[in-house]
């Protein structure tokens, strides 16, 4: 059974900093594109960084530049660590990957961790 759990999450002053990280467990070949997602109250999730295989990250304008994602294909985990966070950070943060197995290539979600960017 694979799983994704995130980890990090907590109470945090505006300007602040913060680490999220996310480890992938279970039986499967490799991850490939892995992706941090939040998502705010009463709406869809967004996303806020993707790191694909070779490492290579891509942000929305909205964290580039504050948030830096990096990712150990050895331990199969992933980090988000989040500078100068401001109140419209705070969110549910969602740990997402695309994860082959033998069969096929699935995408697989972390249950959430929230953030809260607060005085």
């Known amino acids: 059974q694979v799983q994704l759990v995130e980890s990090g999450g907590g109470l945090v002053q505006p300007g602040g900093s913060l680490r999220l990280s996310c480890a992938a467990s279970?039986?499967?070949?490799?991850?490939?594109?892995m992706r941090w997602y939040r998502q705010f109250p009463g709406k869809q999730r967004e996303l806020v960084a993707s790191?694909?295989?070779?490492?290579?990250?891509y942000y929305p304008d909205s964290v580039k530049g504050r948030f830096i994602g990096s990712r150990d294909n050895d331990k199969n985990t992933m980090t988000l660590q989040m500078n100068a966070l401001k109140p419209e950070d705070t969110a549910v943060y969602y740990c997402?990957?695309?994860?082959?197995?033998?069969?096929?290539?699935?995408?697989?979600w972390g249950q959430g961790t929230q953030v809260t960017v607060s005085s």
């Open positions: 279970g039986s499967f070949l490799y991850i490939n594109t």
């Open positions: 790191i694909g295989y070779d490492g290579v990250p």
């Open positions: 997402n990957a695309d994860i082959k197995n033998s069969e096929h290539t699935r995408g697989y």
